[in-house]
């Protein structure tokens, strides 16, 4: 760590991994709904709130991760202190105050019920709030030596591009099909647009100091990447909006440009796999490189082969709204994005501590019960959708005799969830194992 105000992305880090965990046991929770019949918690902890409180667990966590990221990844690209650290812990509290009282609300029914956005408007303009203080601490740190790196830039245009389309799930259109319109403004456009531009710049920085591959050979794929992905993603959001009410053109677009999406996450497997093959001699911090590598290869799984799997309109008709597309959330989301932030923190955490060697057996343990057990989870929800799909939309049947049909792989998918959840423990520890270390050094 080149830079003492690094230290700031640790608590980033520290709050991010306690909602991981907590974001599990919810997860685990909402799946035991509907594995047995009988809820203890059914008047206060509905399977709508349990879901909600999940979910939106994840996006925070996530959120928290790649803010802790941004403020450990900039002033090392701009050579210089964070602008203003006090901000930058003030701002993750407010932010934190805010989930508190989300979730708090969600258990009282305080909700507009829209996924991802159940967060009512005055809790949504605080988190306009948290964004923008985080965008200004993180341009005046830029702005300081204004170094303007490719990977800077592209970070830059990510946070930004997600926290102006976010402003789209703010306000509260009385018209369903309108709202569900421009609600995919956040969902689509941040998960397959803002986020993977972040991602990109991250996993760029991270492959950058962790092999030492050649600056200028990462950031013309950075390029090449940020093109398509703007490209593909963008007009991919054509694959929401097959059956809202949208004009039949959308079919079309959906349809090809979505087919098209899984290149550019495939253009970024390959070749941070090609870097890792280049890579100089005498990589300390294997643990990390794992969680880069897998991060790349589960990514591509994820978004690009489970996604496209559904999106061709031929098929999506059938599966749309089903656990086919659960599968793809968890596969997506994991892949992508959680992996991406513990690819960061494992990168980040030792350096921060101070730590030039650390035991990194729990580390791995984590690493392959974690994916091993998603990998499962996904594979249940699957068979689950597609047994959705044969009995409620080529059957006929009616939605509760299907879901009786689909018990065995709900079973099975709350049962791999359970080994998620120690493989999740497991770096809950090792985290902890790892900050604790610091304070002796
Ligand atoms: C990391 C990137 C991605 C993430 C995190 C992600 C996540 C999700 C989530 C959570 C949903 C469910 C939304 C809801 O209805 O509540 C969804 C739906 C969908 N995704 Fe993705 N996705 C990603 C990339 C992709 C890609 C690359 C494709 C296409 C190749 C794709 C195709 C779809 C389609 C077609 C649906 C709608 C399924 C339906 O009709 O029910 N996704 N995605
Ligand atoms: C112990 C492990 C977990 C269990 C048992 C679990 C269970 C569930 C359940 C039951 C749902 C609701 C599905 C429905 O509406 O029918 C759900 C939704 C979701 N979960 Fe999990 N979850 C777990 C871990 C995770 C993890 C680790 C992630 C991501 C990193 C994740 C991401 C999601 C997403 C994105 C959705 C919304 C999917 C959609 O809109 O289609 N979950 N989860
Ligand atoms: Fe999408």
Redesign the pocket.
Known sequence: MKYESQKVAYKYFLFATLLFALQVVFGLLTGAKYVWNFDPLIHILPFNTSRAIHINLLVVWLLMGFMGGAYYLVPEEAETEIYSPWLANFQLYLFAAIGVAAIAGYIAGWSWGM??LEQPTILKAGIVVVALLFLYNIFMTMLKTRKWTTIQGVLLGGLVLLAVMFLFGVFFMKNLATQYYFWWWV?HLW??GA??LVTAAIMAFVLLKLTGVDRERIEKWLYIEVGLVLFTGIA?IG??YYWIGTPGYWLWVGGIF??L??AP?LLMVADTLKDVRDRKAGITNRIALYWAVGCAVM?FF???VW??A??LPQI?KW????QV??S??HF??F???AMLNLTMVYFALPQIKGLKEFSQRLGFKAFWTMNFFMIMMVLSLTVAGVVQVYFQRIMGLDYLTTQGYMRLWYAAFGASGLGFAAGCLMYVVDFFRLGKSTAKS
């Open positions: 996924p991802f969902i998960v397959e986020w993977e991919g694959h929401h979505s087919a999406e899984p996450i990514h994820g978004a690009g996604g496209f559904q999106t999506n599966t749309h709204g089903t597309t659960a793809h959330g997506a989301f892949g992508a994005y």
